[in-house]
């Protein structure tokens, strides 16, 4: 049989208050020896505390949701990760949803969400703009926030700079000697592709060089949907808007015969796993996904313990990952 508070109570030589103290992280005043005890009689008897009976006492759920356009995309995979990693930390369970890029599917979740009283909501990158989705979360006095978003919100988000990061891009390809460059964004009008293309359009024609622009979609396919426009322009590097577009030219340029980074050097967008993979292995901008997840769970306790609490958006730096895929051009 499942062993109970009463039992742990009784192996440790405490009274079930005591227990219950430790458990609902309320024993502040409770010494570390008799903590000790307690942890150690709940590892003994394999103690699994009732998260049913911690609701009703502690009007928590345990739980927060997480909404992400796409979990098949490397990126959101990843940071869902690193997020569940850190509630987890906090007693608290992910309910992971992926809206794959539909709206009505994320309104969806979303009341999904607020039905079953979750603690919080994190959205990662709204599909649209729609902001019933967020007045809805008011009116249910749920904290949520915005990560990684695709659209400008200056309340309750966190995400990285991406202007930095499109700087950053622009600087590597002048120092490798590169005047005509390319950028790949989204058939979509998103604020943050928007903002790299910004920054590396500016560093770019501020040495006096040359930036060409492409659209597609932020996918695979949609970096070998655009190979063909790219390869046939004059331009000797690109820097894509994500990783997953840089890795579709990669599987153009085979087909194509196409020398990577000699014919065309690459730089790509958040540094999935599969940069360090593909030959020659990719120069991206790092988004740090762990400190990303950690600033989130942050602020989602702070708005959970304060309803008051209020913070705007805040700026995770970028950094430049030097790897294969940039040389020199062949041509100027």
């Known amino acids: 049989m499942a062993s109970t508070i009463k039992d742990v109570a009784k192996e440790a030589g405490v009274s ?18 008799t903590k000790k005890k307690v942890f150690d009689a709940i590892e003994r008897l394999d103690y699994k505390p009732n998260l049913t009976a911690r609701s009703l006492v502690s009007a928590k759920s345990f739980t927060v949701g997480l909404l992400v356009p796409d979990i098949t995309n490397p990126f959101f995979a990843e940071l869902a990760k690193a997020f569940e990693k850190e509630l987890s930390r906090e007693g608290y369970m992910t ?10 599917r994320e309104k969806q979740y979303l009341s999904e ?4 009283g979750v603690d919080g909501v994190v959205i990662c990158s709204l599909t649209s ?8 979360l008011k009116q ?25 990061g499109g700087v950053l891009a622009a600087s590597e390809l002048l120092e490798n000697g590169h005047k005509t460059t390319a950028f790949i964004g989204s058939k979509n009008p998103y604020d943050n592709i928007y903002n790299r293309l910004q920054g590396f359009r500016n560093e770019i024609e501020r040495a006096g060089g040359e930036v060409l622009t492409f659209e597609t979609e932020l996918t695979r396919n949609g970096g070998e949907a655009v190979a ?13 808007s994500n990783d997953l577009i840089a890795v579709g030219l990669y599987d153009a340029a085979d087909k194509h015969n196409l020398a990577l980074p000699e014919e065309l050097s690459v730089i790509g967008f958040d540094d999935i796993s599969f940069s360090d ?3 020659p292995r990719l120069t991206t901008i790092k988004q740090p996904v762990g400190l990303l997840a950690e600033k989130a769970v942050q602020h989602l306790l702070l708005m959970k313990k304060d309803p008051e609490y209020h913070f705007y958006k805040e700026l995770i730096p970028v950094s430049l990952v030097k790897r294969e895929s940039v040389t020199k051009p062949a041509r100027d």
């Not at 208050?17 to 024993?27: E, F, H, R």
């Not at 309910?95 to 009505?104: A, H």
């Not at 249910?140 to 695709?150: E, G, H, T, V, W």
């Open 16 to 33: 079930i208050a005591t227990v219950s103290m430790v458990i609902n992280k309320k024993a502040d005043h409770i010494t570390m020896k």
């Open 113 to 116: 969400l607020i039905s079953r």
């Open 129 to 136: 703009m729609e902001t019933q989705i967020l007045d809805a």
């Open 95 to 104: 309910l992971l949803c992926s809206s794959f890029e539909e709206s009505e």
């Open 140 to 164: 249910a006095k749920i904290p949520y926030l915005i990560l990684d978003n695709r659209y400008a919100l200056e309340e309750f988000s966190v995400h990285v700079d991406d202007y930095k």
């Open 277 to 279: 993979i593909v030959k």
């Open 228 to 240: 063909e426009k790219l390869f046939s322009s004059e331009a000797t590097a690109v820097f894509c």
